[in-house]
């Protein structure tokens, strides 16, 4: 049972290029959840998710998008990297909604936009 | 949109001492989580509450509803306990769209 994984753990992209990340979990969650972590800031959701098939904006959506086309993962997408986007990307899954039980969360994926 | 607020920012201790980290929140909610995330890192849920207190370990956890409050105590500190405690509350009060974080209080048990 590994719970929640992310891939990649690092990545340094360019500005304007792509990429995706992916985040995985075996716990047959419902809900999967999107965050960046910025310093000297709470922890932000960007995306989430609650079922397959289905996505909804958070509170900082601009530039990202989402797919969960299956139920254990989620993908967070950056179509043109910008600095900005420099952060530290936590996925997270929980069983039902925010009031219902814990979230675990992925190690994170430290991206660095030149 | 519900806005969180933690007290301390920053706390030193020494090994053995009670610590009490405050956490404040504007909507009312239906639950409450208090989360570590540790020098590495990672974070992990440590507990959700919707009211009065929760024990694990060490660690206990209250919570006053009516007065929006909140407070994650440590008893007998340990160095191991050195990591940041963020309080988090459902973003919109009661909606399925995430957790509205803290920015989190920095703790530091000194042996």
């Known amino acids: 049972n590994a719970g929640v994984t992310q891939t990649p753990k690092f990545r340094v992209l360019k500005t304007g290029q792509s990429m995706t990340l992916l985040c995985a979990q075996d716990m047959n969650h419902e809900y999967m959840y999107w965050y960046r972590q910025d310093p000297g800031m709470g922890l932000r959701l960007i995306h989430y998710s609650v079922g397959e098939g289905t996505t909804a904006k958070g509170e900082v959506p601009d530039g990202y998008n989402v797919s969960r086309l299956k139920k254990q993962n989620f993908l967070l997408g950056l179509e043109s990297a910008a600095p900005s986007q420099t952060s530290v990307y936590f996925c997270?899954?929980?069983?039902?909604?925010?009031?219902?039980?814990?979230?675990?969360f992925g190690p994170g994926t430290r991206l660095t936009v030149l | 949109k519900n806005e969180v607020e933690q007290s301390p920012q920053n706390l030193t201790a020494q090994e053995g001492e009670f610590i009490t980290i405050n956490c404040s929140y504007s909507?009312?909610?239906?639950?409450l989580h208090w989360l570590q995330q540790h020098p590495g890192g990672g974070i992990v849920s440590l507990f959700m509450?919707?009211?009065g207190k929760k024990k694990h370990g060490r660690l206990i956890a209250t919570i006053n509803i009516q007065e929006k409050h909140s407070s994650l105590h440590i008893t007998a500190s340990h160095p191991r306990d050195s990591a940041v405690y963020i309080c988090a509350v459902p973003h919109s009060g009661g909606g399925a769209d995430g957790l509205t974080f803290g920015k989190g209080t920095h703790l530091i048990i000194q042996p």
């Open positions: 909507v009312g909610i239906s639950a």
């Open positions: 997270a899954s929980s069983p039902g909604g925010p009031w219902m039980g814990e979230q675990f």
């Open positions: 509450l919707s009211s």
